[in-house]
């Protein structure tokens, strides 16, 4: 089967095929694309966070000092906060619908998960959306470096691997005070090198993770305090990280330092194989041909950790073709993509309301083995097949294409027009002839958005 | 601060029950699977044992703990627990730990506690787990025998003896004709084909939610699901609890995780009513952590940990194994605990004693190239 570029890449790269816009058709465009997901002039940043916060600490205040109406103030407050996330979530759903390649919003989702963090209450989630707002939506044609350093350095990251709590056994803080001197913490360190930069095959050890440790103190989060960074909480230099010397002994650590190591990590050759692999991994195969890991990793290397030759170098490659449908989509892909065939767009995926938000999507991607925003781990999203095409999730698939898709789309297609704008010239024999027979028209959607065909990629 | 724990007695070691465990052929368990029952509770994140068994981060010694024996005190967030050591269904090994080491990292570690192998391998080719090798051997199983609970189908049963995953949330409506379309859709792509197939099968087979019970907190769900099935013809269970990465405030954190992990324990053993008494429960975590609190009141990733076992076929009210020790010298690496023995090797006197899986058989085939040792007298 030869499959026409456009269908191919939409499928691989992007969210499928809609049939109200059609797909770019060459990889130039393809990767020109990524442009689309660039950051939302109304979204979620970390100044509207830090006004957010701040307002949202002083009504609670006000509320625990008592009178019914200061409690009303902060509740009302909360729930407004908590609207602006839901929405933040449609918008999420809604751009990866409504971008007609899709390998951006992709990217979104790739980067966001490659610097996992959670959240979980009020301000983690908000933090988490400022968080692919501030440092991975403006990277995604940059260079990794940049995006590493914006990531490391975001109160979201600097909270869900605790480095805001990090503290140099002498650093100025720890000296006034002996009492209550804190020490290190090293979450954020390890994680930095064993799954954001060289990988956790590569040659480093427990004294290059605490002497990073060290290097990051200082670092930390406040929502009064501007900037991320605390001279006082520093551990004074130098530190060696991987054979590397940062800082001096006369000098409290300061913030260039940490940019210098970040920028020495994000381009070590281990980084270069460890992204590479990544990508291939998540866009082409559970476990892709070495030569494609190869050829990635010198664009890395060569490019100089440039992202964008990295989208250009993916939307050219063979192995989209060669590898076809060797991918389960993951829980949000799938329903994406499945919005997306359905002729859904933007506009009306973010007027959804908040119960159908929460009906038709987000719990039923939860049992589908994905809740919003919870991965286990800071190692985020698994991405082997077997993980996503347990019993218990293809069961959801199955059963929210049958009793989900009326609630979201309206008025159903004819079974058989969906099937070629659903898979084009794709689909395989066994579902075109299977579609026609179904009982009913919602059982014809069903079995296209169900098939193996329409869940692989 | 710095040294929360060294100030504790320097070592106090614990033998290993010396008693002569009376050991049960295989034959008795001819038409195995019987009527014994695990549960392998995987606890994601690294719990810190030295805490849960010593509350001296969350309280001190003296402040809220319960004593065990005069020398282990029980964390205040184990302490709806309390009844089963009491009526000796509990117990715990203080120091023990995987083959892993050095790089401390939760996803490899965790890779290494289900795979259930040893250093030899090469991490990514560790894709099998452990219990599965024990289908392999175990006589007389059928495919409901071992279950994964939850949304995720635990690495631990992976392989080629037939397992069953399922997650109490998922449910399955088709009509006769959808189902024959699926099924010729889902024919030559062997992962839908046979998910779709186990799915049906275990929907068809389960009982309907009964309207009046409320929703519980996932934990309880899983617990509540894992109940009801080894109640039928499920003899091995296993799920996974997270929460357990106590990097900061861990006083708190910890609590809770303890907490959920306590009720989840007692859901089970409500459920399973007088299969309690054949049961036994083992909750393992990849690593512990660092025996020094780090600077946020909490404790970086270690290695000796703890293990808990629970049930009622379990010869509790004595803790398990040695105990290295906290002193500055005693510690691994010079931070973490000492592990002072392979968790495997529980695991395989349990699946010995319950499953009756030769020696040979638990060091050849389920954790190949282990000696188990001498029988630390886990069960009765």
């Given at each position: 089967m030869s499959i026409p570029y456009d269908q191919l890449a939409a499928i691989r790269l992007g969210f499928g095929l809609s049939p109200r816009q059609p797909s770019p058709g060459d990889p130039a465009a393809v990767a020109a694309s990524v442009a689309r997901a660039a950051p939302d002039p109304d979204g979620i940043t970390l100044d509207r966070m830090r006004e957010w916060q701040r307002t949202g600490n002083r009504l609670a205040r006000a509320a625990r000092k008592g009178g019914a109406e200061a409690g009303r103030a902060s509740r009302e407050y909360r729930m407004r906060l908590g609207s602006r996330h839901r929405a933040d979530i449609l918008a999420r759903f809604a751009r990866a619908v409504d971008d007609p390649g899709g390998f951006g919003e992709r990217l979104v989702w790739f980067w966001s998960d490659h610097f996992t963090v959670a959240g979980g209450t009020l301000y983690t989630n908000l933090m988490m959306a400022a968080f692919v707002q501030d440092a991975i939506r403006p990277h995604l044609a940059g260079r990794f470096a940049d995006m590493m350093y914006a990531a490391e350095t975001h109160p979201a990251m600097l909270r869900y691997l605790d480095q805001g709590r990090s503290v140099g056994p002498n650093s100025i803080v720890a000296q006034r005070n002996p009492k209550r001197a804190g020490g290190l913490n090293e979450n954020l360190a390890r994680e930095m090198i064993e799954l954001h930069s060289l990988g956790v095959g590569a040659g480093y050890t427990q004294h290059d993770v605490e002497e990073l440790a060290a290097l990051l103190t200082g670092l930390t989060y406040h929502p009064k305090h501007p900037g991320v960074f605390q001279p006082k909480l520093a551990e004074p230099g130098p530190e060696e990280v991987l054979g590397q010397t940062y800082g001096s002994p006369q000098a409290v650590a300061n913030f260039s330092d940490i940019r210098d190591v970040i920028d020495d990590l994000a381009t070590h050759d281990a980084t270069a194989r460890h992204i590479a692999r990544k990508m291939a991994v998540h866009f082409v195969a559970d476990d892709p041909p070495q030569a494609l890991v190869d050829r990635l990793a010198g664009v890395f290397t060569d490019a100089g950790g440039d992202l964008a030759a990295m989208n250009l170098a993916l939307a050219e490659a063979p192995e989209l073709e060669s590898h076809f449908r060797q991918k389960l989509r993951q829980p949000f892909e799938f329903l994406v993509t499945s919005l997306r065939a359905l002729g859904a767009d933007g506009p009306q995926v973010s007027a959804l309301k908040p119960g159908v938000l929460n009906q038709r999507l987000l719990r039923p991607m939860a049992v589908m083995g994905q809740p919003w925003g919870l991965p286990d781990g800071p190692d985020g999203w698994p991405e082997a097949s077997e993980v996503w095409g347990a019993p218990q999730g293809i069961a959801m698939r199955i059963n929210w294409a049958l009793t989900h898709v009326a609630g979201l789309a309206g008025d159903l297609p004819d079974p058989r027009d969906f099937l070629a704008h659903a898979l084009g010239g794709t689909a395989s024999e066994a579902v075109a002839w299977a579609v026609p027979r179904a009982e009913s028209r919602a059982e014809g959607i069903a079995l296209v958005l169900a098939s193996a065909d329409f869940n692989r990629r | 601060m710095l040294s929360r724990r060294l100030f504790l007695k320097t070592s106090a070691v614990i033998g290993c029950s010396a008693?002569?465990?009376?050991?049960?052929?295989?034959?008795?368990?001819?038409?195995?699977?019987?009527?014994?029952?695990?549960?392998?509770?995987?606890?994601?994140?690294?719990?810190?044992?030295?805490?849960?068994?010593?509350?001296?981060?969350?309280?001190?010694?003296?402040?809220?703990a319960t004593d065990l024996d005069g020398f282990f005190a029980l964390h205040p967030g184990l302490s709806d627990l309390l009844p089963l050591w009491r009526a000796g269904q509990m117990t715990f090994a203080p120091a023990v730990s995987t083959p892993y080491r050095d790089k401390r990292s939760h996803f490899d570690g965790q890779n290494m506690l289900e795979a259930g192998t040893g250093t030899d391998l090469d991490l990514d080719a560790q894709q099998d787990g452990w219990l599965n090798r024990l289908l392999q051997v175990m006589p007389g199983q059928v495919s409901e025998t071992a279950y994964s609970m939850g949304a995720e189908q635990m690495r631990i049963l992976r392989g080629p003896a037939p397992a069953k995953s399922w997650s109490p949330d998922a449910t399955l409506n088709l009509s006769p004709q959808a189902e024959m379309l699926l099924s010729r859709i889902y024919h030559n792509d062997p992962l839908f084909r046979d998910a779709s197939a186990e799915a049906l099968e275990i929907v068809a087979g389960l009982s309907p939610r009964q309207p009046d019970k409320k929703r519980q907190p996932e934990h309880l769900e899983l617990a509540r699901f894992a109940a009801d099935r080894l109640n039928r013809e499920t003899r091995i269970a296993t799920f996974s609890l997270a929460g357990w990465d106590t990097h900061a405030g861990q006083a708190g954190t910890l609590t809770r995780a303890l907490g959920r992990l306590s009720k989840t324990i007692l859901t089970l053993q409500a459920g399973l009513g007088a299969h309690w008494d054949t049961t036994t429960v083992m909750a393992m975590t990849e690593f512990g952590r660092t025996a020094r609190e780090n600077g946020s009141a909490g404790t970086d990733h270690g290695t000796g940990g703890a293990m808990l076992?629970?049930?009622?076929?379990?010869?509790?009210?004595?803790?398990?194994?040695?105990?290295?020790?906290?002193?500055?010298?005693?510690?691994?690496?010079?931070?973490?605990?000492?592990?002072?023995?392979?968790?495997?090797?529980?695991?395989?006197?349990?699946?010995?004693?319950?499953?009756?899986i030769a020696k040979d058989r638990l060091e050849r085939a389920v954790f190949p190239g282990l000696d188990i040792g001498q029988d630390p007298g886990l069960l009765a």
């Open positions: - | 008693a002569a465990h009376p050991l049960l052929s295989s034959a008795a368990f001819a038409s195995a699977p019987g009527e014994n029952r695990l549960v392998v509770i995987i606890l994601r994140g690294a719990m810190d044992g030295i805490d849960a068994l010593r509350s001296t981060l969350s309280l001190g010694p003296d402040h809220g076992v629970a049930g009622g076929a379990v010869r509790g009210g004595q803790v398990l194994g040695g105990w290295p020790g906290l002193a500055e010298g005693a510690l691994y690496d010079g931070r973490d605990l000492m592990p002072v023995r392979d968790i495997r090797a529980y695991a395989a006197w349990a699946m010995h004693a319950k499953f009756g």
